[in-house]
Antibody, heavy 115, light 113 residues
Framework: EVQLVESGGDLVQPGGSLRLSCVGSGFTFSNSWMSWVRQAPGKGLEWVANIKKDGSEKYYADSVKGRFTISRDNAENSLYLQMNSLRAEDTAVYYC????????WGQGTLVTVSS | DIVMTQSPDSLAVSLGERATVNCKSSQSVLSTSNNRNYLAWFQQKPGQPPKLLISWASTRESGVPDRFSGSGSGTDFTLTISSLQAEDVAVYYCQQYYSAPITFGQGTQLEIK
């Protein structure tokens, strides 16, 4: 059974930083593109970033470029999202998604940016 | 960026009737190298993560009921539910994965009439 488990979500002040993690199992993590997708309360889905199987290519949404960094550790079947200079509009549930077409999804972790 | 526009924003259909959701991309998501449309459909129920229903515009994922089908090519796509069931109440999203940034449609809320 495929599982993706996110962690690291929290309440953080504007301008603060947070690191999200996602651990995958039940599929070949090292052979899969991985993405972060977020969903603000009551809103639609917004793709945030993705990373190639070997980490050699990374892409970001304009809304997070320069502030967020995606990375992975295939030895640990883990995906990360380092989020800096957080803004109120970054408040959302952050999902980890596996495979190029986002075939697999975790349950999400809530990030709240507020003073 | 490729903009994905869904229609309608919301839809109410009677049980057992057909439901149709449309998705239009601002540029083609058809690859000329492999003749595949990089278009997916997702279903999201309240409090749950999205679930992939269809990839490559028309390939149903394992375990997805055959009342769900996808069609279209290039810039115009359709998700059809042939006979609506109560458990199909959800928000449906299209997504292009042809080029970065990956983009989603705004979502279509499907309800029972």
């Amino acid at each position: 059974e495929v599982q993706l488990v996110e962690s690291g979500g929290d309440l953080v002040q504007p301008g603060g930083s947070l690191r999200l993690s996602c651990v995958g199992s039940g599929f070949t993590f090292s052979n899969s593109w991985m993405s972060w997708v977020r969903q603000a309360p009551g809103k639609g889905l917004e793709w945030v970033a993705n990373i190639k199987k070997d980490g050699s290519e990374k892409y970001y949404a304009d809304s997070v470029k320069g502030r967020f960094t995606i990375s992975r550790d295939n030895a640990e079947n883990s995906l990360y999202l380092q989020m800096n200079s957080l803004r109120a509009e970054d408040t959302a549930v952050y999902y980890c998604a596996g495979d190029f077409a986002c075939t697999y999804w975790g349950q999400g972790t809530l990030v709240t940016v507020s003073s | 960026d490729i903009v994905m526009t869904q229609s309608p924003d919301s839809l109410a259909v009677s049980l057992g009737e057909r439901a149709t959701v449309n998705c239009k991309s601002s540029q083609s998501v058809l690859s000329t190298s492999n003749n595949r449309n990089y278009l997916a459909w997702f279903q999201q129920k309240p409090g749950q993560p999205p679930k992939l229903l269809i990839s490559w515009a028309s390939t149903r994922e394992s375990g997805v009921p055959d009342r769900f089908s996808g069609s279209g090519s290039g810039t115009d796509f359709t998700l059809t539910i042939s006979s609506l069931q109560a458990e199909d109440v959800a928000v449906y999203y299209c997504q292009q994965y042809y080029s970065a940034p990956i983009t989603f449609g705004q979502g279509t809320q499907l309800e029972i009439k």
